[in-house]
């Protein structure tokens, strides 16, 4: 039993053994014969009671007519702390219930017996054995039949309903082997890693499902018979999941197919209508007009397939048309041949194939001796055609459309509109609520901590007069009491605005006080900053000498500017009162310091920059002597192609003497090339 319905499940517990990685192994099973239940009775029938039982009593006290039942508010405060007292009164036999603020600031404390918590559930304890009754009657099983009972779920705590179980199944103990609130969820969540591949448990479980619903079909459409076109039983309930099923019909012409619920008594939560699927078939028309030049040897007939998911949900998948034609074709005769023999019996057998063959349309060729004679009888038998009566099937694929019935159907434009438009007002009902939610917290948040500041916080009275705080405090204590009455439902700019009120007045004061101590702490910070800076300009002139000196400059004239703008302001602050704004704060003293830092970290990152490479001189002797030989050896060659060669020979060791330029010498005499 939960909060809301109650089940009964009839289960069949078996093994059966399968082979595994080549060993013979044991696999418990189980499965589900049947499934009964009530989907009006739960957990939360027996917590309306107690509901109904306090909200009369509370009437009772508050009198003058008042019924606390029209406020949704206060009956949604009830309910949650009846919950609370029912899960109490499952331990003990008295539970209290305390609700604050119930209803027009009032309070509402009282109690209940676990007995006039079972007498004002009396009926309830009778209609929570109906799911058990059926599923005996319709098993033809007897309670001494039942093996064992396990209960689950969150109502089944209660123990009158256990006591009521008890006496009517003739146990002295129910089973509790499983969690009441969790049994269910580690159910779905075990079955589910059961069919997953990627999940391998220890011990395989076998689960044999089966549907808790029965469906029917109906068909809808021109020239069908009067048994196909009224609702027909499909699936009977109980049906092994998963399962594929098809119907055939003969019909010719296009139609549609609806899906109902077998019974309108037993539908799904939540569903108010027994049919929950529509589709259309079309493609019958088309095949039936290709076809109808042809000889159609039997009716058309339309074979729709379904199939049962593992959840129970049936679909049709898909349909096809199936065509049956007889037609006289044309195929090649063949005749039958033997070599004739001396034998009796092979004559008479060549005589009886001769028959056979007359018999099925075709002539018989004459019989000769010799493999090459008969080979060349079948080759000339081949060349006659005959008629024969052949039957063909056709299947042809329908088109399959599925229309949504019911809530899934889809809305026109306009209705999608006018949703689109409610969602819109919705969310900014919302916004609108969580930003007045939010706006309230911050105003109840200031109030409390205000208050809290200006008693607890030390320095308050060197900074307020002691007028100032009382009229301040008199606005929080005004803005507070406005808060928990007309403030209640008061928007959120309101919200802002008071508010936007209490921190024009309460800013001013809490920044006195904390600048009574940030202030001189800023202001030794700059000074300590302008002391280290002088330093640091001074190593600057020893360690980073190519600073440029107009940047250097800049900041020396930063920092004297800073100095002479904090000792002005402080000169000024001591002539202000504690009372009064500060004519400076600590904000604008780090302000300026922070500037400055800027500035004398761009001037300390410019870095050193690099010495100038000279590149080296060449030897200018070394190139006047390059630049002789070259020369030296350009009028040789111009002399040897100008003058002819001699006929007196030429001594070896004089034609290889040439004349040599001294590397030092940076005059050279050219020669006379003509």
């Given amino acids: 039993m939960g909060s809301s319905s109650t089940y009964a499940a009839l289960v069949y517990f078996s093994a059966y053994e399968t082979k595994q990685f080549g060993k013979t192994v044991s696999v418990n099973q189980f499965q589900v014969k049947d499934v009964r239940w ?89 209609q929570s054995l109906l799911p058990i009754k059926e599923l005996l009657t319709h098993s033809g099983l007897k309670a001494d039949d039942i093996h064992a009972v396990e209960i689950i779920g969150g109502a089944t705590r209660v123990p009158k309903l256990q006591a009521t179980l008890q006496d009517f199944l003739g146990r002295k103990e129910l089973d509790k082997h499983l969690d009441a609130d969790e049994a269910i969820v580690l159910g779905a969540a075990l079955h589910a890693a059961n069919l997953s591949d990627g999940i391998k448990l220890n011990r395989k479980l076998g689960i044999v499902d089966g549907s808790p619903y029965g469906f029917m079909i109906e068909l809808h459409g021109p020239d069908l018979l009067s048994n196909e076109s009224s609702r027909q039983s499909l699936i009977q309930r109980m049906k092994k999941l998963p399962s594929k099923m098809f119907r055939s019909i003969e019909h010719n012409k296009d139609f549609e197919v609806s899906l109902f619920y077998e019974s309108v008594d037993a539908l799904p939560p939540g569903v108010s209508s027994d ?37 129970g949900i049936l679909s049709l998948d898909r349909a096809d048309a199936v065509i049956k034609i007889s037609e006289w074709v044309e195929v090649p005769k063949k005749n039958l041949t033997v070599d004739n023999s001396t034998d009796t019996v092979s004559n008479n057998t060549s005589t009886e194939a001769g028959t056979e063959t007359t018999s099925e349309g075709q002539s018989n060729a004459p019989v000769n001796e010799g493999v090459k004679d008969a080979a060349n009888a079948d080759s000339a038998g081949m060349n006659g055609v005959e008629k024969k009566l052949e039957k063909r099937q056709y299947r042809v694929p329908l088109k399959v459309v599925e229309k949504t019935v019911g809530p899934g159907t889809s809305l026109s434009e306009k209705s999608l509109s006018e949703a689109k438009l409610r969602l819109e007002a919705l969310d900014k009902k919302d916004a609108e609520r969580r930003r007045t939610a939010e706006l309230k917290n911050n105003l109840e948040g ?41 403030g209640e439902d008061a928007p959120a700019t309101e919200f802002q605005q008071r508010l936007d009120l209490l921190k024009s007045v309460g800013d001013p004061i809490f920044l006195r006080l904390s600048e009574l101590t940030a202030r001189p702490a800023a202001s030794e910070h700059a000074r300590r900053y302008l002391t280290e800076l002088q330093q640091k300009v001074s190593d600057w002139e020893k360690k980073k000498s190519w600073l440029p000196k107009a940047r250097v400059d800049e900041v020396l004239s930063e920092a004297e500017k800073v100095k002479s703008w904090l000792e002005q302001k402080e000169k000024e602050q001591k002539k202000t009162s504690d009372f009064s ?20 970290a761009s001037v300390d990152r410019i870095p050193k920059p ?37 006929e007196e020979p030429v001594d070896s060791s004089n034609s290889k003497e040439e004349p040599t330029v001294d590397e030092n010498d940076t005059e050279f005499e050219p020669h006379d090339e003509l």
Wanted: proline letters at 4%.
């Fill in 446 to 486: 200031y109030i409390y901590t205000t208050r809290e500041k200006l008693e607890s916080m030390e320095g308050i009275n060197k900074i307020s007069t002691e007028s100032e705080r009382q009229a301040f405090v008199e606005k929080l204590d005004e803005m507070q009491e406005w808060l928990y009455t007309d």
């Fill in 275 to 311: 049919k929950f699927a529509h589709y259309s078939v079309s493609g019958l028309n088309d095949a039936a007009e290709k076809y109808s030049s042809r000889n159609i040897s039997s009716p058309i007939k339309a074979n729709l397939h379904f199939s049962l998911s593992r959840s």
């Fill in 581 to 600: 704004t500060p004519s400076f704060t600590s904000e604008e003293v780090y302000v300026k310091v922070f500037d400055l830092q800027d500035k004398v």
């Fill in 38 to 126: 009530n989907a009006k009775l739960g957990g939360q029938d027996m917590e309306m009671r107690l509901v109904d039982y306090f909200a009369k009593e509370f009437n009772d006290q508050l009198g003058n007519g008042v019924d606390v039942r029209s406020s949704p508010k206060a009956m949604a405060k009830l309910k949650k702390q009846v919950k609370r007292t029912k899960e109490i009164l499952s331990a003990n036999s008295v539970a209290p219930i305390s609700v604050e603020s119930f209803y027009d600031d009032q309070d509402f404390r009282s109690s209940i017996t676990r007995e006039k918590f079972e007498e004002l559930c009396g009926d309830l304890w009778e």
């Fill in 610 to 646: 690099k010495p100038k490479v000279e590149k080296p001189q060449k030897n200018e002797t070394a190139d006047n002597g390059e630049k002789a030989k070259s020369s030296n050896s350009t009028s040789e060659e111009s002399s040897s192609e100008t003058n002819p060669p001699s």
